[in-house]
């Protein structure tokens, strides 16, 4: 028999059926292309620091972003393609890992159905 795990205290473990998910649809279309639903588990939350971690998946779409916010982004299903406001673009498949960092400007595109691991500081 295995032993039952627990999880040391500080760490989280981002495990997400321990979650109930926050489903959002984004629609404005100011910032996308289609209206997309999308869903995140925030694993962890610390509004002092200003920070937020979890999972999120979404549908594809195009989102027009202007951050002001550094993420860190971990892509486990699907594929992402960022272009800055200049044109310069780069695709990002499963195991790939990026920070879009504050300042960023330009296109958030979904090529497929995404899923990732994403920490933000704010």
């Not at 549908?59 to 972003?65: A, K, N």
């Not at 800055?84 to 790939?96: I, N, S």
């Amino acid at each position: 028999m295995l032993p039952v795990e627990t999880t040391p205290a500080f760490v989280t473990a981002f495990d997400a059926d321990t979650l109930v998910p926050q489903d959002t649809v984004v629609s404005d279309p100011a910032l996308v292309d289609k209206p997309y639903r999308a869903r995140s588990w925030r694993h962890f939350e610390n509004a002092e620091k200003r920070a937020l971690g979890g999972i999120w998946a979404a549908e594809p779409h195009l989102e027009r972003c202007d951050c002001n916010y550094d993420e860190l982004c971990h892509i486990l299903e699907g594929r992402v393609r960022l272009t800055d406001r200049d044109g310069t673009a780069r695709v990002f498949g499963p195991g790939d890992s990026f920070v879009v960092a504050a300042g960023f400007k330009g296109t958030w595109e979904n090529l497929t159905p995404v899923r990732k691991v994403f920490f933000i500081l704010s």
